[in-house]
């Protein structure tokens, strides 16, 4: 389904008990992040507004993490323990979520994926950074 808002696709965490859709623009701008958390998780991550994501099952079954400054929270599943999607810090008025909960395979799918300059965060210094030396993929703007 394509419309001016996106293209619409369906998520789930790996036990199925959370399922959701989610409104994303395409071709997808995959990102990762090295801030602590981002770092365990390990995921890649598209953005979404609020609105465009709608939990259609299982939201009783999220479980919500904050740290810090409890800005930013993340989500996942209490069952299975994936983490699905996150409301951001950096932009509140968006989700991050984890591609591969979209059925995208993270390293194939992604294998030139800019990383987030997360240690240095933007709402601390101002500044929205890459870490190290990787750049944006040709699709990023
Ligand atoms: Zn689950």
Redesign the pocket.
């Known amino acids: 389904m394509v419309s001016e808002a996106g293209v619409e696709r369906s998520g789930?965490?790996?036990?199925?008990?959370?399922r959701f859709t989610v409104r994303v623009e395409e071709p997808l701008r995959g990102a990762r992040c090295d801030c602590s958390i981002c770092s365990i998780k390990g995921a890649v991550t598209v953005g979404t507004p609020l609105e465009g994501l709608r939990i259609v099952e299982?939201e009783d079954?999220l479980s919500c993490y904050q740290f810090n400054t409890k800005v930013a929270k993340h989500y996942f599943?209490?069952?299975?323990?994936?983490y699905t999607f996150h409301q951001r810090r950096s932009d509140p008025d968006t989700y991050g979520v984890n591609v591969a909960c979209l059925g995208l395979n993270p390293y194939h799918d992604f294998p030139n994926v800019a990383v987030v300059d997360g240690r240095h965060h933007v709402r601390d210094t101002g500044k929205a950074r890459l870490a190290g030396r990787l750049k944006f993929e040709p699709s990023e703007d």
């Open positions: 789930s965490c790996h036990c199925g008990a959370v299982g079954r599943c209490s069952n299975c323990g994936t």
